[in-house]
């Protein structure tokens, strides 16, 4: 009922820039928190930024001060800016959406992106 389409991914050298986007579209009433989550290899996936509908901004310890997260509610979109990157940044990114999609409904259905590779490497 709802996709998220992620883009922006690929190869960085150390200390260099990609953006990241994500657009969700579907049966979509609100959404009250968007997400980027990343996963190296191995079986834990990890937040990275975090964004509520309010504007409350969290991040994770390993990317304050070098990423940026900011969403465009009136279009559903949200977005990383990820400056100053490190080999470590390298993992698979997936964008995530806790969305409420009947009115008057305070349930959220979660649904995540297909996943956008970053590769930091020289």
């Known amino acids: 009922q709802v996709q998220l389409v992620e883009s922006g991914g690929g190869l960085a050298q150390p200390g260099g820039s990609l953006t990241l986007s994500c657009a969700a579209s579907?049966?979509?009433?609100?959404?009250?928190?968007m997400a980027w989550y990343r996963q190296a290899p191995g079986p834990q996936r990890e937040l990275v930024a975090s964004i509520i509908s309010g504007g409350n901004i969290n991040y994770a310890d390993s990317v304050k001060g070098r990423f940026s997260i900011s969403r465009d509610n009136a279009k559903n979109t949200v977005s990383l800016q990820m400056n100053s990157l490190k080999p470590e940044d390298t993992a698979v990114y997936y964008c995530n959406a806790r969305v409420v999609i009947t009115p008057g409904s305070r349930y959220e259905y979660v649904y995540w992106g297909q996943g956008t590779q970053v590769t930091v490497s020289s």
């Open positions: 579907g049966k979509i009433f609100s959404i009250n928190r």
